[in-house]
């Protein structure tokens, strides 16, 4: 740990000219290293990932330049890199955000509302930009020029993931898929855009003036929109109570602009919470919140089929 701390201070201190007062690990923190930095009365989130092929060299630059250029508030990256040897599998080293975690706060129907409003409002704005083909980003421009060919793609990986973990067999699974694929075929038509990926509270930092940024972008792609909302929905099922989760999604949809026909997320949104499902259970496998991600992977199927 001590020998770790050495490296983090070493590299801070050589990429930004400046002496480093203290470092703090962040607690609590799932699958990679987050650490806050304090150099020259100014604060720094340092990163170190846990693996070494995500998030997909280039993509955290090419987004930070693509929200500022849109004028978007985010937290301003200083670099991102593999090529140290003390730190193989990559670190990020980007500015601290300043207000409290939206995770963190307990909110009332009023305040909740309040909150869903500026969120739509801000996802809004971020779904306007458009990203060459659909997938993984990369430098910029994503690797599938049909959005059903990836999600093809991305279900068979899936799949058989949850066929090696004996969590499924493989004709019930082909079987979802056939469904699955046909209904998101109606939604190709869709623009590619920038999503975020992993739309919940727990990355989002509300200032003292009440303005919202979005964080941690390691899992940004290029999708539809309804595909990045539809995983905020599925993440509103297990943290919402049915009251709740209504009350928030409505909010949400309600205030979410787009040129795009809205009611269409109504059509797609189960659909989607089962390709969500999919890699879900695959991360949660063997662990004890398999089971209700299970139970919902369940309920979302049999709605597919009616």
């Known amino acids: 740990m001590e020998q770790l701390l050495i490296h983090i201070r070493k590299k801070v201190e050589e990429l930004l000219h400046e002496k480093v007062d203290y470092i703090q690990k962040?607690?609590?923190?799932?699958?990679?290293?987050?650490?806050k930095v304090l150099v020259t009365n100014k604060l720094y989130i340092f990163k170190i990932y846990k693996q070494r092929d995500w998030p997909e060299d280039g993509k955290l630059l090419?987004?930070?330049?693509?929200?500022?250029?849109?004028?978007?508030g985010c937290a301003k990256m200083i670099a991102f890199d593999r090529n140290?040897?003390?730190?193989?599998?990559?670190f990020l080293i980007e500015e601290y955000l300043l207000g409290e975690n939206a995770d963190h706060i307990v909110f009332n129907p009023k305040s909740g509302k309040a909150f869903y409003k500026k969120f739509a409002?801000?996802?809004?704005k971020i779904h306007r930009i458009r990203i060459e083909n659909y997938g993984y980003i990369g430098t910029g421009i994503a690797g599938y020029k049909?959005?059903?060919?990836?999600?093809n793609d991305e279900y068979d990986d899936r799949a058989n993931n949850l066929i090696n973990k004996k969590l499924f067999d493989e004709q019930s699974l082909l079987e979802i898929k056939k469904t699955v694929i046909e209904k998101l075929?109606?939604?190709?038509?869709?623009?590619?855009?920038?999503?975020?990926?992993?739309?919940?509270?727990?990355?989002?930092?509300?200032?003292?003036h009440g303005d919202l940024t979005l964080i941690d972008w390691d899992d940004a792609m290029s999708y539809s929109w309804i595909a990045d909302v539809a995983r905020m929905t599925y993440w509103m099922k297990f943290h919402y109570n049915a009251y709740e989760y209504e009350m928030y999604r409505n909010t949400f949809m309600e205030h979410?602009?787009?040129?795009?026909?809205?009611?269409?997320?109504?059509?797609?949104?189960?659909?989607?919470?089962?390709?969500?499902?999919l890699d879900h259970l695959n991360y949660y496998a063997n662990t004890p919140q398999c089971a209700n991600t299970l139970t919902y992977f369940n309920e979302t199927i049999e709605k597919l089929n009616k």
């Open 26 to 35: 962040i607690e609590n923190v799932p699958n990679n290293s987050v650490y």
């Open 62 to 72: 090419f987004v930070n330049h693509t929200l500022i250029e849109n004028n978007i």
């Open 84 to 90: 140290d040897s003390n730190l193989q599998t990559g």
């Open 121 to 124: 409002q801000l996802i809004s």
């Open 146 to 151: 049909s959005f059903i060919d990836f999600v």
């Open 185 to 208: 075929r109606l939604c190709e038509s869709l623009p590619s855009v920038l999503c975020h990926g992993d739309l919940s509270t727990k990355n989002v930092i509300i200032d003292e």
């Open 256 to 277: 979410y602009s787009t040129e795009l026909n809205k009611s269409e997320f109504h059509t797609f949104e189960n659909t989607f919470h089962i390709w969500i499902g």
